[in-house]
């Protein structure tokens, strides 16, 4: 049987480099070459996963089909590879150590001294090789979180050192992604920060096999020749990674670069023309949109980049595959009142309300969802976004005078959304909510049957909230319709408005599963529903 390879990718000089796209990128050339491959990210923070960390802190946390709660990056791994990742592909600090003190206090290691090496390494190690014993994975690419040089990373770091010495330089590399800067008054790029973080590197023990080097200008052949000399690599090794208009375009970056190339090289693996038809047919219909529509994406965290990643990239595919340019307008819904929105929305071809927690802003995004629902814009209301829908409906239509959720007003009169039974007892924050992949099932002839074109759906959730089932025959008597449920335990997963150009609301992510090449049928559809309505004003 042949060995299954273990690609590293670390970074230096600068957080936000681009590691999990490089990482994404580089997987995508060597499936597409017809290699099974899976990315794991090590974050070396102390959280046992990102669920409880705050968006302004970590940005979006993604979910997993097996209900892990974890880094961003798994998203852009499962948007290029098209392949699911689960609880062990993202392995924190806080995880290692809870599981070698348990394996402490049950006396795994009675009579020994537990250190950081052997046993803290070891357990990394053995979190790595997880992956690579599951059979699955011909190559599994490993992205150290943070940058070489800081203290939390070093147990990493030397994982990574001790790998190469198990199982052989032809089997593990190790990539180190830098940033080359350019100072403009001396108009120069600079290569002394990665000769720098190279030695860093070394003098954990790691020789960086790779170097790929984010520049904001072509770094031509004399700093290659450079770099090469001053950090033991050879020249073919050194590959720039120029900032792109899109992280789509990455794979074709690296493919010129011949990143892959190297990579099967030093792995001693063959290398082919990787197949990317379906990759650049995105691409092409992604840089040539026929039209433009506007969608306003209203949240609390909407100033943050990274907050909505996943629906963020759930609309370029779906952009794509509309051949439209979607462009999105991001819309804080603690700014929204009476005054100011019909000027903030009436402009608008579709409006999404993101999902969320607590209090804050949620009656910006009441009163935005009665906009656009009595002025026939096209809504899309994932989690959060499907609550306030239902308390809009219940106060506006029903009349039921300050409906709300339980979340926010713990003794509301009508409480349309309220726990769900099953976290009634459940008292510990940190993975305890409904999360993961659930069956739904979706009535006949609704607008999601006709979209998803079936009826059993599985998508994926984070919540401790749900539609209150005391006011179904309320709601569905006046054109609310539940048309997704979970027919084990109830659960109404969507709702949808009859007489409405396109109102859909949903308990569930779809955006975690939208990827290049399987856009999310329900982003398909509601940029379909905004071009149609762009067409209209
Ligand atoms: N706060 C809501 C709940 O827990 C919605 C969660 C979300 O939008 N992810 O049910």
């Given at each position: ?379 899309f209301g994932i989690c959060l976004g499907m609550q306030m ?51 739904c099932e979706l009535k006949d002839k609704t607008n999601v ?89």
């Open positions: 049987m042949p060995s299954i390879k273990y690609i590293f990718v670390t970074g230096g000089v600068s957080s936000s480099l681009g590691k999990g796209i490089i990482a994404a990128s580089l997987a995508k050339l060597l499936q597409s070459q017809g290699y099974s491959v899976t990315i794991q990210k090590l974050d070396p923070y102390i959280n046992i996963d990102p669920g409880t960390l705050n968006p302004y802190e970590h940005g979006e946390c993604y979910v997993t089909d097996d209900g892990a709660e974890t880094d961003l990056d798994l998203g852009h791994y499962e948007r290029f590879l098209n392949v699911p990742t689960s609880q062990a592909n993202n392995v924190t600090t806080g995880k290692i150590y809870k599981s070698v003190i348990e394996k402490e206090r049950k006396g795994v290691f009675l009579g020994k001294t537990v250190q950081v090496i052997p046993h803290i390494t070891d357990e990394i190690k053995e979190r790595i090789q997880q992956l690579g014993n599951t059979g699955e994975y011909d190559i599994i690419i490993t992205e150290i979180g943070g940058t070489v040089g800081d203290i939390e990373s070093l147990p990493y770091i030397e994982a990574l050192r001790q790998m190469k010495w198990d199982l052989g330089q032809s089997n593990v590399l190790a990539i180190h992604l830098t940033l080359i800067p350019y100072l403009s008054a001396a108009k120069e790029l600079k290569t002394k920060p990665t000769q720098h973080s190279v030695k860093t590197l070394m003098e954990s023990g790691v020789q960086a096999d790779i170097l790929v080097c984010r520049t904001e200008h072509e770094i031509g052949d004399s700093i290659r020749e450079k770099l090469a000399r001053f950090c033991n690599v050879d020249k073919e090794s050194v590959i720039q990674s120029i900032d792109a208009s899109t992280i789509y375009d990455v794979p074709n970056l690296m493919l010129d670069e011949g990143l892959d190339k190297i990579v099967l090289k030093k792995l001693n693996l063959k290398s082919d023309i990787p197949n990317l038809d379906i990759w650049n047919s995105f691409l092409k219909r992604y840089r040539n949109p026929k039209n433009k529509i506007k969608i306003g994406l209203i949240g609390k965290y909407v100033e943050l980049q990274d907050s909505y990643k996943s629906i963020l990239e759930s609309f370029i595919h779906a952009g794509s595959v509309n051949e439209v340019e979607v462009e999105i307008i991001s819309i804080h819904s603690e700014f929204i009142d009476n005054e100011n929105i019909h000027s903030k929305l009436s402009q608008l071809n579709g409006v999404l309300v993101a999902p969320g927690f607590g209090e804050r802003g949620i009656e910006g995004k009441i009163l935005a969802i009665e906009y656009v629902r009595t002025n026939n814009i096209p809504f829908a239902v308390i809009e409906f219940a106060r506006n239509v029903l009349k039921l005078k300050n409906a709300n959720s339980t979340e926010m007003v713990k003794d509301t009169l009508f409480p349309v959304i309220d726990l769900m039974q099953s976290q009634k007892e459940v008292t510990n924050k940190g993975g305890t909510m409904r999360l993961g992949s659930w069956k049957s006709n979209i998803y074109d079936t009826n059993i759906i599985h998508e994926r959730h984070r919540h401790r909230y749900e539609f209150n089932s005391d006011y179904l025959d309320q709601v569905e008597s006046k054109g609310l319709i539940a048309s997704g449920i979970n027919s084990e335990t109830g659960l109404v997963e969507i709702l949808e408005l009859n007489n409405h150009p396109w109102f859909i609301g949903v308990q569930f992510h779809p955006e975690y599963k939208s990827t290049v090449y399987n856009p999310h049928p329900l982003f398909v559809s509601f940029v379909k529903a905004g071009l149609k309505h762009s067409k209209l004003i």
